[in-house]
């Protein structure tokens, strides 16, 4: 399957990511790089409660062509029924149901060719929902699709509502790269995501009014306090000074927002072939504090801006906007 | 503050939690460990939707003396249901209703000394929830709490459906040991658990029927696929041997079950000085398989357990059972 290289540190990089793309878009419904999947009988997609023996998945998934994910499960259902209105599909917004109802892992919802679901919040969580819907997109026999994740971060040198759209995700030492533990070994695989999609979403943007939209790197943490240099959690054992010098580090590296799930994304996003972006809005300048007390309905038009951008991007890319 | 010591891999050992707790217990209604706390003039719970301005948190929470924290908001309102039933508090069902309603990012339920509350998957997820729970109880001057994390795993060498109460929280490499990245420093903290609170946890589950339970040490990773050696993700480079020898590995250091949040519940409980347990379900023995096919309704009767074990520890407390 895949090139495994172990380094001086014994670290495990795995180059697979940098030779399979290839090969994978030759055969561009294949996006797994699972060879045990072909011999199981029935795949139990635990956390949607979906399966390929108890649901029809190309029937109910073939037609994906846009994946939306973003954290929260309120939000990615009115996204889906603002997509439904932009697309001008037939329905009724309040026929927009969660596909997963049987479980609150996840939710889901489809309108059309776009499919719009909740992933939690951080690295794991995501992960776990990632595995499920790339095997989902396979075994529905989906080609040729899109992977976004619309999101809300913390900027770093930005005024407050601007969007932005990773350029490389990276680690919180300032690296573009995620470390996946396989079996008790570190894999390294990189988080470049897709150039092409990343001009195609700032062109976009330019051509609506109020999403003001940045190309930067997105750092992404396992923790939201001492992990991105809060002063307000339960734990901290640091100054305002060093907080503030390990951000202005960071922005001197290009980072410009903060959030809990681009390297994992990024990295299996690329592992499997799949074209992906990161797009998220940024609800505080951390520069000048930690905490989120924008007024709410200032911070819900905030998060409607990603939503509002890849709607366009859509529309653009099915033709309904010349 | 802390005793931050530097060694030779450049890595920054937190010895705190070993001379803190001391300290912490003659001051007992202190946990958090952030002096900048003092100076804040309001404290947003952001993920909670409560704040020390909007909110009476020493009257809505100050008699607060068990916590119980799980990944599935559903489960975490049937526990509070239960809970009510199980100390014939008086009240209707129906009536528990979220106190974080304004977001879904965690629920939360109270019902007379016990707190019911959701924290998605995973270490990140769980950790947010931590920061703001910790601080939560600071501000409401909660004294004497014990905090249970009562979850679902995979099982390493158990039949389905026993109790794992953790002995030690291991990390993918068997340490018991959580590694939390500040400011760009690996910060190592312990994850030792109160052996007391175990103790009684395994008594109560010899006076009850039908809640098989272990002491063991609980392995956390940050991935339910390749990080605990499943075979069925949408990725995998490993054989089935691969698998089984990680697995016995894990079995002879003493890991009996597998889950997602324990090692950063395990050092944030004892960082902040608060009397924790984990106890958790096994859906499936790993040695046997990946996926979880077990039907639904006896899943749902395995939930159940760590939740009858935990309000059987809680009634004892409260001396309803003599």
Same mark, same amino acid.
């Given at each position: 399957m895949s090139s495994i290289l172990l380094n001086c540190m014994g670290t495990v990089t795995d180059h697979s990511e940098y030779s399979e793309p290839e090969v994978l878009f030759k055969n561009p419904q294949i996006h797994v790089k699972n060879p045990h999947l072909d011999t199981m009988e029935e795949d139990i997609l635990y956390h949607f409660n979906l399966g390929t023996k108890t649901h029809n998945l190309p029937e109910m998934f073939g037609d994906v062509k846009f994946v939306c994910v973003g954290g929260s499960a309120n939000r990615m259902k009115s996204f889906a029924q603002f997509i439904l209105q932009e697309l001008a599909l037939? &329905? /009724?917004?309040? /026929? #927009? $149901? *969660? =596909?997963?109802? &049987? $479980? *609150?892992?996840y939710s889901m919802y489809k309108v059309g060719p776009v499919l719009s679901i909740s992933h939690g919040m951080g690295v794991p969580s995501i992960s776990i929902m990632l595995h499920e819907l790339i095997k989902l997109l396979h075994h529905a026999r989906c080609i040729d699709f899109i992977l976004f994740r619309i999101g809300t971060s913390g900027g770093v040198g930005l005024e407050p509502g601007t969007v932005v759209v990773t350029d490389k995700a990276v680690d919180? !030492? !300032?690296?573009a790269q995620f470390e996946q533990v396989v079996l008790g070994k570190v894999v390294t695989r990189s988080t470049e995501l897709d150039v092409g999609v990343s001009k195609e979403l700032l062109q976009c943007s330019s051509e609506? *009014? *109020? #999403?003001p939209t940045v190309i930067g790197n997105t750092m992404c943490t396992s923790d939201f306090y001492e992990g991105q240099g809060r002063l307000d959690g339960a734990l901290c054992s640091f100054s305002t000074e060093d907080k503030l010098e390990y951000l202005r580090k960071a922005y001197n590296t290009g980072v410009r927002n903060i959030e809990m799930e681009s390297t994992v994304f990024a990295a299996m996003c690329r592992a499997c072939a799949i074209k992906a972006a990161v797009v998220c809005v940024t609800l505080l300048n951390r520069f000048d504090g930690d905490? =989120?007390? $924008?007024?709410h309905d200032v911070l819900v038009e905030y998060q409607q801006r990603p939503q509002v951008l890849v709607a366009h991007f859509i529309k653009k890319r099915l033709g309904l906007i010349v």
């Open positions: 037939p &329905g /009724n917004m309040d /026929n #927009v $149901t *969660d =596909i997963c109802e &049987g $479980t *609150d892992r919180c !030492f !300032f690296r609506l *009014d *109020d #999403v905490q =989120i007390s $924008t007024p």
